[in-house]
């Protein structure tokens, strides 16, 4: 009777023993693949050009300061022609830093430096005559 017991706990035992087995068994390394090369051929078409900002000149002119809004930060000038910016002679009003409307006068016969962004002015420098 206890014989038959046994065989049966050790059949199991066996049982047990080989399922264990099997489940240590490798799985297939071939999964780890390559990527495909394709997959990078395309990259380099598809960066995008960064907009280009708009070209700064620098110019030089001749004119006389006709207003000077420090508040604002800008000078009137009534200039010469430029051209560097294709301008005839006009009077505008430029961006202007504080050194720069602090240093002029209305009146003021000056030369003056700009830097022109698109058609955005900015006196750089300015000098009495
Ligand atoms: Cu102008």
């Known amino acids: ?14 049982l047990t023993a080989a399922c264990g087995k099997k489940a240590e068994t490798p799985v297939a390394a ?20 960064a907009p280009s900002a708009p070209a700064q000149i620098m110019a030089k002119g ?18 010469g022609p430029i051209p560097e910016a294709k301008w005839p002679a006009m009077t505008m009003a430029f961006k202007a830093a504080p050194a720069i409307t602090d240093a ?4 003021d016969n000056v030369d ?4 022109l962004t698109g058609n955005t002015g900015e006196v750089t420098a300015i000098s009495k005559k």
Do not use: C, W
Request: glycine share 10%.
């Open 30 to 49: 071939e999964t780890n693949q390559a990527a495909p090369a394709a997959a990078m051929s395309g990259d380099m078409g598809n960066m995008a050009m």
């Open 62 to 79: 001749h004119g006389t300061v006709t207003a000077i809004d420090k508040a604002a930060g800008t000078i009137t000038l009534d200039h």
């Open 1 to 14: 009777m206890n014989y038959a017991r046994l065989t049966i706990a050790l059949g199991l035992a066996a």
């Open 112 to 115: 003056f430096d700009l830097t």
């Open 104 to 107: 002029a006068k209305v009146g």
